[in-house]
């Protein structure tokens, strides 16, 4: 007698009680596979969100690094090198000295790798009084940035072009001087090219020419009083170790900090930065912990819906074979053995496993993704791709699951006596 046969009969001729098993397979391999897809989709969401936010911190720095490229260009450079019999006081006093150093000492530091000096500005300045106007001035000569090997740096200056000048804003507006205007200082004839704003501050009475126009006026031929550096990476290093850095190349000069300036920039760095991170390690946290409360849910839920469908796999079992008593009595005293009889309680609940193991697959996966969408409120993920593991586990433990629940009420059916079955009915 074929097995086969025998089970398609009986799936046809009790459908209900085949697919009300068949449900409770489905069931419990979609309760096994929808957490496994919730977590998917939770961390599926929580990689968009931390890359978002990463980039969102990225963009932020970069602003953050565009405004202080800005501004620095008010605040000044934070780091000056002078030579090394400068007085300090005298410099402290009035912001420029007498002692000079070769002008070729800025090139000599351009070159080294010392990088966390950027932005080199070698100048001359000095204050005088611009015999014309009868005026007393600041007088600073520069020529622009020196530019740093194997770097490519937007200088924060332009440089003042030979021949011209620029004026502070309290001698253009006292002088009614204009861009274009021509001007006589020291004898010299300049071009004004252009007028600062007001800032409030000494610069409002210098005059900028170029470095080999103020060395030409001061009879200072290839000399310079001060680089002016900005320290680009001041979260990461000291003024200490500049000094060092710059005693091995430049031993004849010495290193200054302008704290409140370089404060104010390696401070407003540092804090968004400090603060994007934490933001993003809270972030995290929060999100490993909605993950672990998922998953803690999960582990008490699925073993009680695991318990509940095989308990009802094998009371629907136990009830086909308590309206089959008669059936199996028959089949019995016509000398089919039990273990046939068996087999084919057997047969029927590995098709339910079979058909049930895949559909709860499914059904698992669209509702855990599903649910994960709710409780993440997106709209903008995927579903979650089934890999073949998860899909060949949840059939081998579907098939599993009703082998098991249908082999105790069918080794009770065929354990009794057919006698004794023929006789009650």
């Known amino acids: 007698m074929n097995i086969g046969h025998l089970v398609v009969k009986e799936i046809k001729h009790r459908k209900l009680s085949f697919f009300l098993g068949l449900f409770s397979v489905s069931m419990a391999t979609a309760m096994l596979v929808a957490p496994y897809s919730l977590l998917q989709v939770h961390d599926q969401c929580t990689n968009r969100i931390m890359q978002a936010k990463e980039d969102a911190l990225e963009v932020r720095l970069d602003d953050l690094n565009d405004q202080i490229r800005r ?40 070159k080294t790798d010392i990088m966390v000096v950027q932005h080199l500005l070698p100048s001359l300045q000095q204050r005088l009084t611009w015999p014309e106007t009868k ?52 004898g010299r004839s300049f071009r004004v090219s252009k007028c600062h704003e007001a800032r409030g501050s000494r610069d409002d009475i210098t005059v900028w020419v170029n470095l080999s126009d103020a060395q030409a006026i001061l009879n200072k031929p290839g000399k310079i009083n001060a680089i002016m550096a900005l320290q680009c990476n001041c979260p990461n290093s000291d003024l200490e170790s500049i000094r060092q850095q710059v005693a091995q190349i430049l031993p004849d000069t010495q290193v200054i900090e302008r704290k409140s300036k370089a404060l104010a920039r390696a401070e407003a760095r540092a804090e968004i930065r400090s603060r994007g991170h934490k933001a993003l390690a809270d972030e995290r946290e929060h999100r490993e912990r909605l993950r672990q409360e998922r998953h803690m849910l999960a582990t008490i839920l699925v073993p009680l819906v695991l318990l509940a469908c095989t308990i009802w796999i094998g009371i629907t079992t136990f009830s086909n074979v308590r309206e089959r008593r008669t059936e199996i009595g028959i089949l019995r005293a016509f000398g089919l053995r039990s273990s046939k009889i068996t087999s084919l309680f057997l047969f029927r609940a590995l098709v339910m496993g079979m058909v049930g193991g895949p559909l709860g697959c499914i059904i698992g996966s669209l509702a855990g993704s599903r649910l994960g969408m709710l409780l993440d409120k997106t709209d903008a993920l995927a579903l979650p791709f089934i890999r073949p593991a998860v899909l060949l586990a949840s059939l081998a433990l579907a098939c599993l699951l009703a082998l098991l629940a249908s082999w105790i009420p069918a080794v009770i059916a065929t354990q009794q006596d057919p006698a004794d079955i023929l006789r009650e009915e």
């Open 71 to 110: 501004t620095m260009l008010k605040l000044g450079f934070n780091i000056v090198i002078l030579p090394k019999d400068q007085d300090l006081a005298e410099w402290y006093a009035h912001g420029e000295g007498h002692a000079t150093m070769p002008e070729e000492y800025a090139g000599i530091l351009a």
């Open 135 to 186: 005026r007393n001035i600041i007088l600073v000569g520069t020529r622009g940035e020196e530019p740093r090997s194997n770097t490519n740096l937007k200088q924060l200056r332009d440089p003042v072009e030979v021949g011209t000048l620029v004026l502070g804003f309290e001698l253009q507006q006292s002088l009614s001087l204009k861009v274009g205007d021509e001007v006589i200082l020291m």
